[in-house]
């Protein structure tokens, strides 16, 4: 595989799973008809950051793999963090289990430091690239317990 479509790939899987995330939770969303915490950003922020993101996400992916960096541990870490990602928007817009989204995203939050770790110790750059994805995540577990205290 040549690198664009390395690259291609890397960063089309992760923004395809957000979208159809997106697609299964978009009947269900109720994030503007909630009490909101202070620092909330309008519902129109979420899909815009997580597109890019999803994005910054595939590059550092691609990166490792384009340079033949990846292996089991890191294959296992990506996969299983961009899943549980993804189970999270159902968790807490689908069947509105806000306090279990909150310790699900606390997961989720450990396990993006563990592929931030994996990550940086193959290449620099790919670990780097994934600190605004972790903080995003922090925010949006506040946001996220907020919410639950709120309504």
Same mark, same amino acid.
């Given at each position: 595989?040549?690198?664009?479509?390395?690259?291609?790939?890397?960063?089309? !899987?992760?923004? $395809?799973?957000?979208?159809? @995330?997106?697609?299964?939770?978009?009947?269900?969303?109720?994030?503007?008809?909630?009490?909101?915490?202070?620092?909330?950003?309008?519902?129109?922020?979420?899909?815009? @950051?997580?597109?890019?993101?999803?994005?910054?996400?595939? !590059?550092?992916?691609?990166?490792?793999?384009?340079?033949? $960096?990846?292996?089991?541990? #890191?294959?296992?870490?990506?996969? $299983?963090?961009?899943?549980?990602?993804?189970?999270?928007?159902?968790?807490?817009?689908?069947?509105?289990?806000?306090? %279990?989204? %909150? %310790?699900?995203?606390?997961?989720?939050?450990?396990?993006? #430091?563990?592929?931030?770790?994996?990550?940086?110790?193959?290449?620099?750059?790919?670990?780097?690239?994934? #600190?605004?994805? $972790?903080?995003?995540?922090? %925010?949006?577990?506040?946001?996220?317990?907020?919410?639950?205290?709120?309504?």
């Amino acid at each position: 595989m040549n690198s664009v479509s390395t690259y291609l790939k890397s960063i089309l !899987i992760p923004i $395809l799973v957000g979208g159809i @995330v997106g697609i299964i939770t978009s009947n269900f969303m109720d994030y503007n008809l909630l009490q909101q915490p202070f620092l909330s950003p309008p519902g129109i922020v979420f899909p815009i @950051v997580w597109t890019i993101l999803y994005a910054l996400l595939g !590059i550092s992916y691609g990166i490792l793999k384009n340079n033949k $960096l990846t292996y089991d541990k #890191i294959n296992f870490i990506y996969y $299983l963090q961009l899943s549980v990602n993804a189970l999270w928007s159902i968790f807490f817009f689908v069947l509105k289990w806000r306090l %279990f989204s %909150f %310790f699900w995203i606390i997961l989720l939050a450990v396990l993006v #430091i563990i592929m931030i770790i994996s990550f940086y110790k193959k290449n620099k750059l790919a670990g780097l690239l994934q #600190i605004p994805y $972790l903080l995003w995540i922090l %925010f949006a577990a506040y946001l996220n317990l907020s919410i639950y205290f709120l309504n």
